[in-house]
């Protein structure tokens, strides 16, 4: 089955450093990636996904990711933080266009120190 | 409010009462799906549904949890004889492609 891990549960940067939080990847198909974002007491919101069409992905709030099958990873990237960018990460997988089985990271903690 | 939304927010219970949940999905929104979250974790997918037909219930926890979608719109979530460690959020998610999540019902299992 997929699944992927998350690299660092707590992450910790000052506001406008870079972001990178890391995810890796297991799929013995080629894999839809998703990138989502829990705020305190809210649902998962997504910033991203790779379908394939290419493998720089671009999503909301200036946040970005790559795809690197030699490296089955999809790590997420921002180039400065922002306090707002204060929240929980998720990196999730799925092998079906419809999203069904998609299976989630444990989280990273992102904290923007200012 | 067009977003998916869920019922209660906060659910305190005694261990071996039975409780539900419900999610009220974006309209238009035929799957519709349960996820678990416990602290510190990622959303643990349950089950899900296409309309009113629940396609996948294998990953649910135990034969104490059951999930109904009787006329494709509204669905529930009931966790039967629940034990303290059933305490968790339960979220729901629809779609029509993309994944919508509501803002999850809290369990606390005392």
């Known amino acids: 089955a997929q699944s992927v891990t998350q690299l660092g549960s707590h992450v910790s940067v000052s506001e406008g450093a870079l972001v990178l939080l890391r995810c890796n990847y297991s799929?013995?198909?080629?894999?839809?990636l998703f990138w989502y974002v829990q705020y305190p007491n809210q649902g998962l919101q997504l910033l991203l996904k790779?379908?394939?069409?290419?493998?720089l992905v671009k999503g909301i709030n200036g946040f970005e990711a790559e795809f690197k099958k030699s490296e089955t990873s999809f790590h997420l990237t921002k180039p400065s933080a922002h306090m707002s960018d204060a929240a929980e990460y998720f990196c999730?997988?799925?092998?079906?266009?419809?999203?069904?089985?998609?299976?989630f990271g444990a989280g990273t903690r992102l904290t923007v120190k200012p | 409010d067009t977003g998916v939304s869920q019922d209660p927010r906060h659910k305190i219970t005694k261990r071996g009462q039975n409780v539900t949940f419900r999610c009220d999905p974006i309209?238009?929104?035929?799957?519709l799906y349960w996820y678990r979250q416990t602290l510190g974790q990622g959303p643990e997918f349950l089950t899900y549904?296409?309309?009113?037909?629940?396609?996948?219930k294998s990953r649910l926890l135990s034969d104490r949890f059951s999930a109904e979608r009787p006329k494709g719109s509204f669905s529930t979530l009931e966790i039967q004889r629940t034990e303290q460690g059933d305490s968790a959020m339960y979220l729901c998610?629809?779609?029509?492609?993309?994944?919508?999540f509501g803002e999850g019902s809290r369990l606390t299992v005392l």
């Open positions: 999730a997988v799925s092998v079906y266009i419809d999203n069904n089985d998609m299976r």
């Open positions: 309209s238009e929104h035929n799957r």
């Open positions: 790779y379908t394939s069409a290419a493998t």
């Open positions: 998610a629809s779609s029509a492609g993309e994944l919508f």
């Open positions: 549904f296409q309309n009113e037909a629940q396609l996948e």
């Open positions: 799929s013995s198909v080629p894999p839809y």
